[in-house]
């Protein structure tokens, strides 16, 4: 962090096409080097101790890919062809080789962090409800509905109870952690639900253990240092000195904000499971650039 923030964040823009092209290379790779695990193709690994998850570093390419382009077409941005479909068409091969490994929650980030850029940058907001109304949303359906296991979470999501044991056990093990952390919680480390009941508690529900052990108060300042974060992220960006700053800090503002909130809505059973990590605290799995604006 400390030697990323050194560097000047204009530096960047001067290699935001080598950042599209080095996202697509990664992500190829994932598919012919990678390492199967449970059913996907995330993670390359360098030894048998350091894996890669090309996906992590791809966010923050794409970043600086449309902060870039979106700069040197500012005056074609407020068009439905020149603006809209024309930056919409660089994310399709990205997010299709996303989908091939699968990965849809990053697919999802991706798509929500680059739609943000692109709205700061002068998009009409009404060609993203047409399109999305249009497209996106039957998209997301048929890729829920022809894929077994996204199904099981959405039919798990609405009653998790019916399958206590097997598809609904997460999500109902993070409710009674959360639950039983009270207003204040069991301690610091005095956690029983990380114990054989919720798998992998250190990644992606590390949210239901913080609850457990802090209770709500602990909760409640955790949400508030994350809103300080991106309220402060919001005003960098509207402070920076030139416009490629601007989207690059709003672009990175955006990634978090919206990590944050999927994994705080997953844990607390407010939307489908998927596998989110949350900023600053899943273990291994969460890496963020420090890009000084």
């Known amino acids: 962090m ?7 964040y204009r530096f960047y823009q001067k290699f935001y096409k080598h950042a599209w092209v080095i996202s697509f290379i990664l992500l190829v790779l994932v598919l012919v080097a ?5 059913g996907a193709k995330r993670w390359i690994y360098v030894t048998e101790t350091l894996s ?3 996906s992590e570093m791809v966010k923050i390419f794409m970043i600086i890919f449309y902060a870039g382009i979106l700069v040197k077409n500012r005056d074609e941005l407020s ?4 603006g809209f479909i024309k930056h919409m068409i660089f994310l399709a091969p990205i997010i299709g080789l996303l989908l091939l490994q699968p990965h849809f929650s990053s697919s999802i980030v991706i798509i929500g962090v680059c739609s943000i850029m692109m709205i700061m940058a002068g998009c009409k907001f009404w060609h993203f409800l047409a399109t999305g109304g249009a497209i996106g949303i039957p998209a997301i359906i048929a890729l829920v509905v022809t894929s077994p ?9 609405l009653d998790p109870w019916k399958d206590a044991t097997d598809t609904g056990w997460q999500v109902i093990q993070s409710l009674y952690a959360i639950g039983s952390g009270g207003l204040f919680g069991a301690g610091l480390g ?5 114990y054989l009941y919720i798998p992998e508690p250190e990644n992606d529900f590390i949210f ?3 609850g457990e052990e802090l209770g709500f108060i602990g909760c409640a300042i955790v949400i508030i240092l994350f809103a300080v974060l991106i309220w402060r992220g919001i005003l960098i ?5 030139d416009m490629f700053g601007s989207l690059l800090a709003i672009g990175i503002t955006a990634l978090v904000a919206i990590q944050v909130i999927i994994n705080i809505a997953v844990v607390t059973s407010s939307m489908p499971a998927t596998g989110m990590p949350l900023p600053f605290f899943s273990y291994r799995r969460y890496s963020i650039t420090y890009i000084t604006v």
Request: aromatic share 10%; net charge positive; charged share 30%.
């Open 237 to 241: 960006a509207m402070k920076a000195p």
């Open 208 to 210: 239901s253990i913080l």
């Open 52 to 54: 890669v998850q090309p």
């Open 34 to 38: 990678g390492r199967e695990i449970n």
């Open 149 to 157: 296991y996204r199904l099981q979470r959405v039919v798990t999501f």
């Open 190 to 194: 005095e956690s029983k639900q990380k």
């Open 79 to 82: 068009k439905y062809g020149k």
């Open 2 to 8: 400390l030697f990323i923030s050194k560097i000047d």
